[in-house]
Nanobody, 125 residues
Framework: QVQLVESGGGFVHTGNSLRLSCDAS????????LAWFRRAPGKEREFVAT???????YYSDAVKGRFAITRDNAKSTLYLEMNNLKDEDTAVYFC???????????????????WGQGTQVTVSS
């Protein structure tokens, strides 16, 4: 069983940056595909970014070029560096881990087995 705990959320002004962390315990961190999802007020949960054990990363079109997902296997920690934040990035951000994620389902929440509780990010001018 894997436990995931996000941190680093908060309030930030439009155009600024924020880094989220997700600390994992249990399981074999280095073998998981890891991802960030988010849920904005009144909207469905949506895919943000994912990083494979090989460190190949994929992003949604909404964040490509502004966000960077990285992993530190030695620390069992996942990161999301968010730059040039926009008001529409306001959401609860969740990290997730999956053991059987493949290319065709990498952006699907159902592909991930373990989830954190989420951290709130609020962007406003």
């Amino acid at each position: 069983q894997v436990q995931l705990v996000e941190s680093g959320g908060g309030f930030v002004h439009t155009g600024n940056s924020l880094r989220l962390s997700c600390d994992a315990s249990g399981g074999t961190f280095r073998s998981y595909t890891l991802a960030w999802f988010r849920r904005a007020p009144g909207k469905e949960r949506e895919f943000v970014a994912t990083i494979r054990p090989s460190r190949h990363a994929y992003y949604s079109d909404a964040v490509k070029g502004r966000f960077a997902i990285t992993r530190d296997n030695a620390k069992s920690t996942l990161y999301l560096e968010m730059n040039n934040l926009k008001d529409e990035d306001t959401a609860v951000y969740f990290c997730a881990a999956g053991e059987r994620v493949i290319t065709s389902n990498t952006a699907s929440a159902s592909a991930y087995d373990y989830w954190g509780q989420g951290t709130q990010v609020t962007v406003s001018s």
